[in-house]
């Protein structure tokens, strides 16, 4: 099914607008490249020389071309050994956004009442403080190896699980619907990159920001223009 220019920039697949925000209960965001304007790996790269390797790996990935997230992640992740955490700190203060209409996309979420989960292939380090400046309830993402305040290359494993992807990204939407009672009609998914297509395709909306063209040809809302609040333009709070 061909997508429909709704407004300039904005495209519908599959649905008539306008829908009622209030008929969802979860959004699920991705983070890189969505609620913010980088991609973490590929700056933490920019401070040890290495970001054109690395970037070169992200893209791919986000595009479809790597189809092992995992290993394309370690592979990326392993060339960040030796970077000091302080790097960390400073793509955080000196390159780290949120994109614009972010704040007023998930502020309408909250205030219609749904609860809002952070979803990412990227790192703990800088989704857990997303998740406080926007207070989203839930947040998931892998945790970069440190030792004697130096990134090792390698991913912390976690209890329930090894590293985030597609897969897990899916996952933990569905775990999350299943806990909060809700049918995954009722969920939003937004994200702009191929590992997002997993989580995208289990809800009951499916929103690309901005997104890589895999993505575009099989989301039900795309904005390729202007901020994430452009979704409230077929989104009506009541």
């Known amino acids: ?41 590929d700056e933490i790269a920019a401070a040890v020389g290495r970001k054109d390797e690395v970037a070169a790996i992200t893209e791919a990935a986000m595009r479809g071309e790597i189809t092992d997230f995992k290993d394309a992640l370690r592979r990326r992740v392993a060339l960040l050994a030796g970077a ?20 007023t996309f998930v502020r309408a979420c909250q205030d219609a009442g749904l609860k809002t989960l952070l979803v990412s292939g990227g790192f703990s380090f800088f989704s857990e403080r997303i998740r406080h400046q926007l207070k989203l309830d839930f947040a998931r993402a892998n945790t970069l190896g440190v030792a004697q305040g130096r990134l090792t290359g390698t991913l912390f494993d976690r209890p329930w699980g090894d590293i985030v992807d597609g897969a897990e990204k899916k996952r933990v939407v ?17 994200g702009d990159g191929a590992n997002d297509l997993p989580m995208m395709a289990a809800a009951g909306l499916s929103i690309a920001y901005h997104p890589k063209p895999a993505v575009r040809e099989k989301a039900m809302l795309t904005i390729m223009s202007g901020g994430m609040d452009r979704a409230l333009e077929v989104l009506q709070p009541g």
């Open 1 to 41: 099914m061909s997508a429909i220019e709704h407004a300039p920039g904005l495209f519908i697949r599959g649905f008539t607008p306008p829908l009622k925000l209030r008929d969802f209960r979860l959004a699920a965001f991705d983070m890189d490249s969505t609620l913010i304007n980088i991609e973490c790996v």
């Open 84 to 103: 000091p955490v302080e790097a960390l700190e400073q793509v955080w203060a000196e390159r780290l956004r949120l994109n614009p209409g972010v704040e």
């Open 174 to 190: 569905l775990e999350v619907c299943e806990l909060m009672g809700i049918d995954t009609a009722q969920a939003i998914a937004v």
